[in-house]
């Protein structure tokens, strides 16, 4: 069980590509525990990528059950995600999103409304679901993590973050 | 350090921003928070400034004359100390769309309704839409509900205004997404 650092914008390593998991090796398991404990200490989060804690692999976890508005949509509860890909997306909504890496700043993002994704689980199974609404926009931002996209790079409009967020 | 408050507003065309912070950069300013816009045929700026080595209005001296020659009117509002920060909103953020054919007293009315009740407005637009014939008002406001509000009161409040103004309103709750 670890709590590691968030990463704050302008780390550069919020800005890479992330590096497929080879081997899914102890540090993996690992990793997955620490992006999940660091999650659930962070209270506020819904989900959280590797390069979020400095760790340029592609790996992410997301959890929307525990969110006010996450738990009243169909969800997938904690979903731990190792190589995620999109392979199938439909529809379009947009959504206010902040992000733990860039604090201060919310934005209006165009998110997929349903999207596919196949990943493999913390038991190295192959996974391939179907996220909707809060859950896939979770996801959706997560997965741009791993790509060196923050929410920045998508967004329409900027808001003062108007929220007093979760002091650790 | 003390901070400025900078307004400037002038017809638009290419270039105004270019000007105002080559302006600003060359004087040694600092540009903290801003925002620009078209608003009708004008650009409009405001923007919180300041410089480690002006602490008075006075000391501006002549640094916007070239830009009030090309026709931009400038204003500087100086901030009492700790002004350039933003207090602590506490509660739920809710977004009101106002749309119809335009009459007087559209936006008092529906601001009336929320500043009556303490409730801070964060942002507002407003445009006139449609034709000269047929002009239509269309509003968007985003209002924080304090804790013992719920965005069916204000749903409430609005639909009474819907029936008054004959106009539509939508309330919908802004969620934000911490991620």
Redesign the interface.
Known sequence: MAVKEVLVYPDSRLKKNCAPIVSFDESVEQLLQDLVDTMVDAGHSVGIAAPQLGDLRRAAVVDVSKSKLGKKQENHGLLQMVNPEIIEKEGSQIVREGCMSVPEYTGNVTRFESIIIQFLDQNQQLQVIRAEGFEAIAIQHELDHLDGFLFLDRVSSLKTDLFRRKQK | MQHFALTIIGRDRPGIVSQVTETLFQGGFNIA?SSCSILGGQFSMILIISNPDISTKEEFSDTFTPLEESNLSVYIRTLKPGGEI?S???GE?CMISVYGADKPGIVYQVAKELGDRNINI??LNTKLVGDKQKPVYVMML?A?LPENTEIEEVESWMEELKQKLQVDISVRS??????
């Open positions: 928070d933003r602590e909103l506490e953020l964060t942002d985003e924080m802004l969620v934000v997404m911490e991620l």
